[in-house]
């Protein structure tokens, strides 16, 4: 995994990415690990002489970041980070389980031998992270992703898979607060091995199972850990 990045050398050079790439995946990491809270505004100005560029691309990363749902603007106020909600957390698990596992059983016929030894290599990282990183959760997350995604590599649906993509990202910041917070971790790492052992097998119908179960169970770890730590004015407890 690449070293993270919050601030940018004054002449240091930018390869093979422009300023407003480089300062929405600075941004979406500092949101996602939580160092940037929920509700924490983010002025343009300040953001621009942090990260040592002009004010344009920080409001062309901001625009991107709204449109993935990590950032709001709100008249008056600017842009924020989004708080966490269960409303909004229920809608993106229940979105996951509806599409993930239908997308799984039609991937796992078309699963080649390169596509499980990728699934294999990831998920041996997956599980090497916690031993051998001290930021454990945010490599964690980003190879959780990157293991759920090669299963469904097979299912040649590559626009139901930027929408799988769109809502992972979303999520991420509930699936990290549970791996912080609520142990999710080793069962997670079970589930993934039984998972990557039916895709192996051939047995849709057994993984998109397991598959939705999985993404319910995460759901409801996250929504107890909302309810608890963080207020949440979009629907009453």
Same mark, same amino acid.
């Given at each position: 995994?690449?070293?993270?990045?919050?601030?940018?050398?004054?002449?240091?050079?930018?390869?093979?990415?422009?300023?407003?790439?480089?300062?929405?995946?600075?941004?979406?990491?500092?949101?996602?690990?939580?160092?940037?809270?929920?509700?924490?505004?983010?002025?343009?100005?300040?953001?621009?002489?942090e990260l040592n560029v002009s004010r344009i691309p920080v409001r062309e990363a901001l625009l991107?970041?709204?449109?993935?749902?990590?950032?709001?603007?709100?008249?008056?106020?600017?842009?924020?980070?989004?708080?966490?909600?269960?409303?909004?957390?229920?809608?993106?698990?229940?979105?996951?389980?509806?599409?993930?596992?239908?997308?799984?059983?039609?991937?796992?016929?078309?699963?080649?031998?390169?596509?499980?030894?990728?699934?294999?290599?990831?998920?041996?990282?997956?599980?090497?992270?916690?031993?051998q990183e001290e930021d454990a959760v945010n490599s964690y997350s980003e190879l959780n992703s990157?293991?759920?995604?090669?299963?469904?590599? !097979?299912?040649?649906? =590559?626009?139901?898979?930027?929408?799988? +993509?769109?809502?992972? &990202?979303? %999520?991420?910041?509930?699936? $990290? #607060?549970?791996?912080?917070l609520a142990g999710g971790i080793p069962k997670a790492e079970e589930e993934h091995r039984q998972?990557?052992?039916?895709?192996?097998? !051939?047995?849709?119908? =057994?993984?998109?199972?397991?598959?939705? +179960?999985?993404?319910? &169970?995460? %759901?409801?770890?996250?929504? $107890? #850990?909302?309810?608890?730590?963080?207020?949440?004015?979009?629907?009453?407890?």
């Amino acid at each position: 995994m690449q070293q993270k990045i919050y601030k940018m050398r004054q002449g240091s050079p930018i390869v093979h990415k422009t300023r407003t790439q480089v300062v929405v995946e600075v941004l979406r990491e500092r949101i996602l690990s939580g160092d940037i809270r929920a509700g924490e505004p983010l002025r343009q100005s300040n953001l621009a002489e942090e990260l040592n560029v002009s004010r344009i691309p920080v409001r062309e990363a901001l625009l991107q970041l709204e449109a993935e749902g990590l950032v709001r603007f709100e008249a008056h106020k600017g842009a924020t980070a989004t708080e966490l909600s269960i409303t909004q957390l229920e809608e993106l698990f229940e979105l996951r389980a509806l599409i993930e596992p239908g997308l799984l059983a039609r991937s796992i016929p078309q699963l080649t031998a390169t596509h499980l030894q990728q699934a294999e290599a990831l998920l041996t990282q997956l599980e090497a992270t916690l031993e051998q990183e001290e930021d454990a959760v945010n490599s964690y997350s980003e190879l959780n992703s990157q293991f759920h995604l090669s299963l469904y590599a !097979g299912a040649q649906r =590559p626009h139901t898979l930027e929408v799988v +993509k769109g809502l992972n &990202t979303n %999520a991420d910041r509930y699936i $990290r #607060l549970q791996l912080l917070l609520a142990g999710g971790i080793p069962k997670a790492e079970e589930e993934h091995r039984q998972l990557l052992e039916l895709c192996r097998s !051939g047995q849709a119908e =057994p993984a998109a199972a397991l598959l939705k +179960k999985h993404i319910q &169970t995460a %759901a409801a770890g996250a929504r $107890r #850990l909302v309810a608890k730590h963080f207020a949440d004015s979009s629907k009453p407890e």
